[in-house]
């Protein structure tokens, strides 16, 4: 099986995104997010392993990616804890970048800034998850991750390298983090330039954490969930009126702000003023050797 693979999450049709290919170079993430959708896919998501023969398998492949769009990583965090001791993410970027392949990082982890010696040597972007900025809520949603507080400022270090950085406001949950204003304006001010947003979808394990974690909210959330909520494939969605006033609001503000907007997987894209994920930036983005 191919390390690298066309990216088709979970072959949703509601995806959007624009052809690319995809790099995971670990399994599982140590973040630990009560809303994590990736887990419900892999046994022990938690326990973080890299690929078994990473580099000699990327070394072998890399020869074909020339010039391609690579996002690293779409089922998994490339910047786990255990980056920081492995360094197996900066060596996979290092083979990227010597095969000029243009790169989308997707993150929550501010140790992203660590290799951006690399990452102005490409198109490249970097996308933060960054769901609310108020660091207690994201200690309960998102225990082991690195602060929001931390992802800004790594944001603005990234910025003024010169290096694109876009936010998913991702997911948002009603009762929860659905009052994004100050996040939004905050962005704005570091320099963002793209936000992405999507609204929490309920899976079995998902919803287990979540609710667990969240106790005042769960009653109002079952309601509209899955009493009032819709089925698409394996998740439960909020009703699609209240999908679309949530995701309107983040347009809405992102717009007053003077930055693109883009929804993921919600069959509301006719709220984009952008591509989804992002990548328009890459034609924006430094670097020596890219092909756009
Ligand atoms: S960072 Fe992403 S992959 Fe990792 S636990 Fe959180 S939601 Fe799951």
């Given amino acids: 099986m191919p390390l690298i693979s066309c990216f088709d999450p979970w072959q949703s049709g509601l995806c959007t995104c624009p ?148 936010v998913r406001i991702d997911p948002i949950i009603p009762f929860v983090n659905d009052q994004q204003q100050r996040l939004i304006k905050t962005l704005a001010d570091i320099g963002v330039k793209h936000i992405t947003s999507s609204t929490y979808k309920v899976k079995p394990d998902n919803w287990q954490r979540l609710s667990t974690a969240l106790p005042t909210v769960v009653e109002k959330l079952e309601r509209l969930y899955f009493k009032e909520g819709e089925r698409v494939g394996g998740n439960v969605l909020l009703p699609r009126d209240l999908r679309l006033m949530i995701l309107k609001n983040v347009r809405d503000l992102a717009d007053a702000e003077g930055l693109k907007f883009g929804c993921c997987r919600e069959g509301l894209e006719r709220l984009n003023t952008a591509t989804c994920d992002g990548s328009w930036l890459l034609s924006k983005a430094g670097g020596e050797g890219g092909s756009v």
């Fill in 19 to 166: 052809k690319k290919l995809t790099l995971n170079p670990y399994t599982g993430c140590d973040h630990r997010c009560v809303y994590c959708y990736a887990s419900s896919y892999i046994v022990g998501f938690s326990e973080c392993k890299p690929k078994k023969d990473l580099l000699e398998r990327l070394r072998l492949e890399a020869p074909k990616l020339v010039g391609e769009v690579i996002s690293l990583s779409n089922s998994s965090d490339p910047y786990p804890k255990t980056e920081q001791y492995t360094g197996l993410t900066r060596r996979c970027l290092e083979i990227l970048v010597e095969h000029n392949c243009r790169i989308q990082i997707i993150t929550k982890s501010n140790l992203v800034v660590r290799d951006d010696d690399l990452l102005t040597q490409v198109p490249s972007t970097v996308a933060f998850t960054i769901a609310t900025d108020n660091d207690q809520l994201a200690k309960i949603l998102e225990p082991n991750a690195p602060l929001p507080s931390q992802r800004l400022s790594a944001a603005k270090d990234l910025i003024k390298q010169g290096i694109p950085v876009l």
